[in-house]
């Protein structure tokens, strides 16, 4: 069994910063792809920054330079700096990972932090 816990979560002013953090636990084999999902209320889950194992990196369109995500492999975690926060980034993040246990690969999903901001 695999579980992610994220951190890092918060309140904070517009144009501020925060950096999420999230460690993957268990029989992990190896991890091919892992990053950030966020969901605020009334809206899907949309896509904010995946890194895969091969160092290719996504990021959703309304990043626009504000977000980096970095990966510390040997640590099995992800990391989310955000910078230049806006109202409208808002939301539960949740952690995501493609891990392997050597007999399956699972799509793993952590708890979600919240994040705010408001003035």
């Known amino acids: 069994q695999v579980h992610l816990v994220e951190s890092g979560g918060g309140l904070v002013q517009p144009g501020g910063s925060l950096r999420l953090s999230c460690v993957a636990s268990?029989?992990?084999?190896?991890?091919?792809?892992m990053g950030w999902y966020r969901q605020a209320p009334g809206n899907k889950r949309e896509i904010v920054a995946v890194?895969?194992?091969?160092?290719?990196?996504y990021y959703g369109n309304f990043v626009k330079g504000r977000f980096t995500v970095s990966r510390d492999n040997a640590k099995s975690t992800v990391h989310l700096q955000m910078d230049n926060l806006k109202p409208e980034d808002t939301a539960v993040y949740f952690c995501?990972?493609?891990?392997?246990?050597?007999?399956?690969?699972?799509?793993?999903w952590g708890q979600g932090t919240q994040v705010t901001v408001s003035s």
């Open positions: 890194k895969s194992n091969g160092g290719s990196t």
């Open positions: 268990g029989n992990i084999n190896s991890i091919t792809s």
């Open positions: 995501n990972a493609d891990i392997q246990d050597g007999t399956a690969l699972y799509d793993s």
